[in-house]
Nanobody
Framework: VQLQASGGGVVEPGGSLRLSCAAS????????MSWFRQTPGEEREWVAG???????NYADFVKGRFIVTRDNAKNTLDLQMNSLRPEDTAVYYC???????????????WGQGTQVTVSS
């Protein structure tokens, strides 16, 4: 399974960016797709995610600013980031939980990360 993340860049405080993550390869079903982020010297932290058939969930620090959407037919996960703050600067990673066949097991895969920098 390959995860291709895109959409990072440099934006001024208050601006917006949209990240996309596309999963491809040997996929029978995806049960969960999420975005995480990490800054140097810090633990990777969960940002937002969608479990199949359920509503999106968000970390408190992005609620009201970020919107996560998932296209089950295309195996994609997008993160619309609005009202960006300097503290949102990080490398953003997508993570998926995948069944590669009907009998399992469930595997987790990470994307390569995309840099988001919020700076004036």
């Amino acid at each position: 399974v390959q995860l291709q993340a895109s959409g990072g860049g440099v934006v001024e405080p208050g601006g917006s960016l949209r990240l996309s993550c596309a999963a491809s390869g040997s996929i029978f079903s995806i049960t969960h797709m999420s975005w995480f982020r990490q800054t140097p010297g810090e633990e990777r932290e969960w940002v937002a995610g969608i479990e199949t058939g359920r509503s999106p969930n968000y970390a408190d620090f992005v609620k009201g600013r970020f919107i996560v959407t998932r296209d089950n037919a295309k195996n994609t996960l997008d993160l619309q980031m609005n009202s960006l703050r300097p503290e949102d600067t990080a490398v953003y990673y997508c993570k998926v939980y995948v069944f590669q066949d009907a009998r399992g097991p469930q595997w987790t895969f990470w994307g390569q990360g995309t840099q988001v920098t919020v700076s004036s």
